[in-house]
T-cell receptor, first 118, second 121 residues
Framework: QQQVKQSPQSLIVQKGGISIINCAYE??????FPWYQQFPGKGPALLIA?????SEKKEGRFTISFNKSAKQFSLHIMDSQPGDSATYFC?????????????????FGKGTLLTVNP | GAVVSQHPSWVICKSGTSVKIECRSL??????MFWYRQFPKQSLMLMAT???????TYEQGVEKDKFLINHASLTLSTLTVTSAHPEDSSFYIC?????WGPGDWPYQPQHFGDGTRLSIL
């Protein structure tokens, strides 16, 4: 059962355009939604994250839009640049008691390969 | 910022060999670390949650005798792939949470290492 569905699988955007990646989740207990950027041969790097108590969060050129009732969230990359070409993963996790344990496990979407043409 | 370091970054070895991968949090203490496996052009699959001073919690379908995890200190977790075979070849990535770092407590993000590419011949 795939708990976080991500689309599109790949995306080609022209420099200066807007890149939009969408994710949908099923588990209503999820309460933390980060986006990660991964370059080939590297580990994922956190881009931006959101909690369900806000509908939008913006950091620089990156914006997360969150729709709790629809159980959907999306990443918008404004003024896309060739250096943004990478694989983007949405993820979701469920908070819990301090100390971790098995809480805070991230469930990842399948990823979106973004190519920004110069 | 929080830095997670993995070593080695790439290892090639013969079938039947055991391989140890280290994951270190360089500038913070991590009571919990996570180990992932990633196949080419695929997503990250959580293998296990590593807790300092206690046994790791493995995800369903992951052989705990095959993938031994030790989290002996607040800055180091190790993953040992025992008697590795070609099907174990993959990209292994660890992550750690800085509970006292910036972020909405207790939702501090996971910081990832740069991964270890394991190739079994």
């Amino acid at each position: 059962q795939q708990q976080v569905k991500q689309s599109p699988q790949s995306l080609i955007v022209q420099k200066g355009g807007i890149s939009i990646i969408n994710c949908a989740y099923e588990n209503t207990a999820f309460d933390y939604f980060p986006w990660y950027q991964q370059f080939p041969g590297k580990g994922p790097a956190l881009l931006i994250a959101i909690r369900p108590d806000v509908s939008e969060k913006k950091e620089g050129r990156f914006t997360i839009s969150f729709n709790k009732s629809a159980k959907q969230f999306s990443l918008h990359i404004m003024d896309s640049q060739p250096g943004d070409s990478a694989t983007y993963f949405c993820a979701a996790s469920q908070g819990g008691p301090v100390g971790g344990g098995s809480n805070y496990k991230l469930t990842f979407g399948k990823g979106t390969l973004l190519t920004v043409n110069p | 910022g929080a830095v997670v370091s993995q070593h080695p970054s790439w290892v090639i070895c013969k079938s039947g060999t055991s391989v140890k991968i280290e994951c270190r949090s360089l500038d913070f203490q991590a009571t919990t670390m996570f180990w992932y496996r990633q196949f080419p052009k695929q997503s990250l699959m959580l293998m296990a949650t590593s807790n300092e001073g206690s046994k790791a919690t493995y995800e369903q379908g992951v052989e705990k005798d095959k993938f031994l995890i030790n989290h002996a200190s607040l800055t180091l977790s190790t993953l040992t792939v025992t008697s590795a075979h070609p099907e174990d070849s993959s990209f292994y990535i660890c992550s750690a949470r800085d509970l006292w770092g910036p972020g909405d407590w207790p939702y501090q993000p996971q910081h990832f290492g740069d991964g270890t590419r394991l190739s079994i011949l």
